[in-house]
């Protein structure tokens, strides 16, 4: 069972940053592609970030230009940086992969507060 721990929310005002990171309990060579979602109370769970084994990155429209994500194999992390943050960007934030057999594992949630 893939075990995952998120980091370094909090609370921050707007147009400040902040950087989450994931930590994966098995190697993340063991994964075909990490992630960030997010969701606010009732209403669903969005994409934020993608990035796969090969390095290659997806990004909600809504944060393109303002987020990024990067893994680091040696560490088994993925990370978000998050800048010039909105307070729409208010959510909990979930770190997720999928395995080469597409069973995808989440994270606990960590809590983003951007305050106007």
């Known amino acids: 069972q893939v075990q995952l721990v998120e980091s370094g929310g909090g609370l921050v005002q707007a147009g400040g940053s902040l950087r989450l990171s994931c930590a994966a309990s098995t190697s993340i060579f063991s994964f075909n592609t990490m992630g960030w979602y997010r969701q606010v109370p009732g209403k669903q769970r969005d994409l934020v970030a993608t990035?796969?084994?090969?390095?290659?990155?997806n990004y909600a429209d809504s944060v393109k230009g303002r987020f990024t994500i990067s893994r680091d194999n040696a560490k088994s992390t993925v990370d978000l940086q998050m800048n010039s943050l909105k307070p729409e960007d208010t959510a909990v934030y979930y770190c997720?992969?999928?395995?080469?057999?597409?069973?995808?594992?989440w994270g606990q949630g960590t809590q983003v507060t951007v305050s106007s």
């Open positions: 990035i796969t084994s090969d390095g290659r990155t």
């Open positions: 997720t992969v999928r395995d080469y057999t597409y069973t995808n594992y």
